[in-house]
């Protein structure tokens, strides 16, 4: 059973920089696991925020950029705002055809 | 406005069936595979099923593969999830979210909420 890894929880000061990673629980991320990361608010739908590893969904801030650290896919929050605390989760497409999500990272803002 | 709608859900009995149901009012669903995901309360999010445009592809996660059916009917726009044998494990707010080529979701419904309860 393939279990994607995320930070249960981090925290970033207001204007700071923030990274989120994505991992496996056996090998490494690459971009052939197509990874996307969700934002989501309590009591709201997910928001789509990065696919493909690096791309912007529409109307995303540029202050959200993904990556591939290491082994890891990551989540990088430049300049972090108040609404930026949410959690977050990231997303992977396994071979078998499934899409697998990691257990969420709840950011917090202060 | 592009926009996802779920319906059908409640509150039913262990062993139970439900049938879920995903309409989008703002856009052609046929031309778009559908993939359905689910939230435990107080629980991060979790892939259920996935249908292909046509409807000739469907896959789903073990935890409800042979319980669960996906389908759709592309004349009237709409995608379903027959759920039966439900367990108090299955209780969630399920979410169907537009699929895209790259293998991730570009929109979502706002969800239904689904309890299983005697």
């Known amino acids: 059973q393939t279990v994607v890894t995320q930070e249960p929880s981090f925290s970033v000061s207001p204007g700071g920089t923030v990274t989120l990673t994505c991992g496996l629980s056996?090998?490494?991320?690459?971009?052939?696991?197509?990874p996307s990361w969700y934002q989501q608010t309590p009591g709201q739908a997910p928001r789509t925020l990065i696919y493909?590893?690096?791309i912007r969904s529409s109307g995303v801030p540029d202050r959200f950029s993904g990556s591939i650290l290491g082994n890891k896919a990551a989540l990088t929050i430049t300049g972090a705002q108040a609404d930026d605390e949410s959690d977050y989760y990231c997303?992977?497409?396994?071979?078998?055809?499934?899409?697998?999500f990691g257990g969420g990272t709840k950011l917090t803002v202060l | 406005e592009v926009q996802l709608v779920e319906s059908g859900g409640g509150l039913v009995q262990p062993g139970g069936s439900l049938r879920l149901s995903c309409a989008a009012p703002?856009?052609?669903?046929?031309?778009?595979?559908i993939n359905w995901v689910r939230q435990a309360p107080g629980k991060g999010l979790e892939w259920v099923s996935y249908?292909?445009?046509?409807?000739?592809?469907?896959n789903y996660a073990d935890s409800v593969k042979g319980r669960f059916t996906i389908s759709r009917d592309n004349v009237k726009n709409s995608v379903h999830l027959q759920m039966n044998s439900l367990r108090a494990e299955d209780t969630a707010v399920y979410y169907c979210?537009?699929?895209?080529?790259?293998?991730?979701?570009?929109?979502w419904g706002k969800g239904t909420t689904v309890t299983v309860s005697s």
């Open positions: 979210a537009r699929a895209r080529p790259d293998y991730y979701m570009d929109v």
């Open positions: 703002g856009f052609t669903l046929s031309i778009y595979s």
């Open positions: 249908i292909s445009s046509s409807g000739s592809g469907t």
């Open positions: 056996s090998g490494s991320v690459s971009t052939t696991y197509y």
């Open positions: 493909n590893t690096n």
């Open positions: 997303m992977l497409f396994m071979s078998s055809g499934n899409w697998v």
